[in-house]
């Protein structure tokens, strides 16, 4: 294949995994923004998602659609709920010290991870997409100084790669709409500005936390659902989200939401397009240098606000 | 009436507040005077229970407010003015009004009525709180607390750093607040504010209550204020 499809094939790729990516990172970013928390389980999370989707497609059986259809609903809703108790029982208890809530959580990954091993197994084990149509996509060559419509060979992709895409973009633009336009969102935000002033005008402070602890988690295991047909699911896949996540939170800026969505785009499309020209390796080797170089030169990320 | 029965507070193993007790009638404002340090603010975040009593109880009407958890002590009646003011910075003017709003379930009357006190704030509804001027943003913390509609406002240092004209406008706010019948527990360091606002004052030092004085009395000679104040 030539260079240009090649990229085209290549940015398609990336924009499934920043799709995927801004999910888990936004949920990530939610929590540490509103919460000052800085969940090391949430990988976890997303990988709970993927492995409850694998367990409720598996239970449900019949038509690929339906059993994943209800993963979705049902996967993200089990791993809030799992979260929010998590936090209620521990992080509240610890009075949601910084340092304690990193090694509280670090005690939630492996107790996650161990128990899906214990549960689940160690296999990898694939969902099956709810449709999966190959799509292939049309390059433009130039013979003899006219533009002739080519379909290169091994240029396309599917139609749930697309769906991913789309169902990231319209779950993202839910999550933008509650947090400006609703009342709770209103409530969160206040809380996240001020948590003795969101106290002192009534607001619930401790759930709060516990409805933003479990909404940040259902986002990466909603995350997890859409990815699972693409990457199966397995004990220990929540290591790579994790890390870019993370990365992805400093360069967009702790707490901010447009912020990590754009960094979400950046690192997804370049992790993409890297992995295909070069190595996933060397993907993630840049990944990790550009957040060297954000700490060191802009501390508060591309869109965060610098600490008064 | 507010009642603070022998509390003590602090942070962590720092002990700020010593047996400290005083009460607040309705339609009265008691100024707190003290200096920096004495204990003023923290005896604020003790009534709103932002930092935990480790002795004594503050009651309201009679009823023990102490014990509440501390985001129904508001939903109790008791507006808060903090020092700093400390508004919701990245939200709108409508936004940190309607926050105040939703705290007790206020009807949309009160807003009005808060709003007739400080008429700019309606001009600038749609503006982020941090772009306001100082004044303006203190006149929206006293109308976010008083979109409570409070029996008890507490207000520590509300004219902090503002020019003269803000400064009257805030006072005349805090007179026509009292007239409404709401208790006011009022910290001031300016003498004149203490002296033209005050119905009694409790004078503060290393987190107690030294003493209280009638405004009336302390008029007539108020030396013992300025020695108290450091003036
Ligand atoms: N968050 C805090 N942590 C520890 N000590 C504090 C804190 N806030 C105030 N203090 C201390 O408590 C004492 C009383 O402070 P404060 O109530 O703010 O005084 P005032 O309002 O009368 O100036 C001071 O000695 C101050 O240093
Ligand atoms: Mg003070």
Redesign the pocket.
């Known amino acids: 294949m030539e260079f240009g499809p090649h990229l085209v094939l290549a940015t398609l790729e990336g924009a499934v995994t920043a799709a995927v990516l801004a999910l888990t990172a936004v949920g990530l970013s939610l929590v540490f923004g509103v919460m000052r928390v800085v969940n090391v389980a949430h990988g976890e999370f997303f990988m709970l998602g993927a492995v409850l989707a694998w367990w409720v497609t598996s239970l449900i059986g019949g038509p690929p659609a339906l059993g994943f259809a209800a993963a979705l609903v049902v996967a993200p809703l089990l791993v809030g709920l799992l979260a929010a108790a998590a936090d209620m029982t521990v992080l509240k208890r610890i009075d949601y010290d910084p340092e304690r809530t990193i090694v509280a959580t670090i005690g939630l990954l492996y107790i996650l991870q161990q128990v899906t091993l214990m549960t689940y197994g160690a296999d990898a084990r694939p969902v099956e997409p709810p449709f999966n149509t190959r799509l292939a996509i049309p390059w433009v060559t130039f013979a003899e100084g006219r533009p002739q419509l080519i379909w290169p060979w091994g240029l396309g992709t599917t139609s749930y790669k697309l769906a991913v895409i789309g169902a990231a973009a319209a779950v993202l633009a839910g999550v933008w709409l509650v947090m400006t336009r609703s009342r709770i969102g209103l409530l969160m935000r206040a809380t996240q500005l001020d948590r003795d002033m969101a106290l002192a005008f009534g607001i619930p402070v401790e759930r709060i936390y516990a409805l933003v602890f479990g909404l940040g988690a259902a986002l990466a295991a909603l995350a997890a659902v859409l990815i699972v047909p693409i990457s199966q699911a397995h004990y220990l896949m929540g290591g790579d989200p994790l890390l870019l996540s993370f990365i992805v939170v400093i360069i967009g800026g702790l707490g901010s939401l447009p912020g990590t969505l754009v960094a979400a785009i950046l690192i997804g499309l370049s992790d993409g397009i890297i992995s295909v020209f070069f190595s996933p390796t060397l993907a993630k080797i840049l990944a990790t240098l550009l957040v060297a170089l954000v700490l060191v030169f802009r501390p508060q990320g591309l869109f965060g606000l610098r600490a008064a | 009436m507010l009642r603070l029965e022998g509390i003590g507070a602090?942070?962590?193993a720092?002990q700020?507040?010593r047996d400290l007790t005083l009460k607040v009638r309705p339609g009265e404002i008691l100024c707190?005077a003290?200096?920096?340090?004495?204990?003023?603010?923290?005896?604020?975040?003790a009534i709103m229970g932002l930092?935990p009593l480790s002795a004594g109880r503050i009651t309201l009407d009679g009823v023990a407010i102490s014990e509440l958890p501390a985001h129904r002590v508001p939903k109790a009646g008791i507006g808060y003015v903090p020092?700093g003011r400390r508004l919701f910075g990245e939200l709108t003017v409508a936004q940190n009004l309607e926050i105040g709003l939703m705290a007790r379930g206020s009807p949309l009357a009160v807003l009005d009525a808060a709003l007739d006190l400080f008429p700019r704030l309606r001009e600038r509804m749609g503006q982020r709180a941090q772009t306001l001027s100082g004044g303006e943003q203190q006149m929206l913390a006293m109308a976010r607390a008083l979109c409570l509609d409070p029996a008890v406002l507490l207000l520590?240092?509300p004219t902090e750093g503002l020019q003269p004209t803000m400064i009257e406008a805030i006072r005349a706010a805090i007179r026509e607040t009292r007239a409404r019948g709401a208790a006011i527990l009022l910290?001031e360091q300016r003498i004149d504010a203490v002296l033209s606002l005050a119905d009694r004052i409790a004078l503060?030092e290393n987190?107690r209550v030294l003493d209280t004085l009638e405004a009336e009395a302390l008029r007539r000679d108020h030396r013992r204020l300025e020695r108290h104040l450091g003036v």
Do not use: H, P, S, W
Request: glycine share 24%; no cysteine.
């Open positions: 602090g942070y962590g720092a700020v507040l707190l003290g200096r920096n340090g004495a204990g003023k603010t923290t005896t604020m975040k930092v020092q520590d240092e910290v503060i987190g």
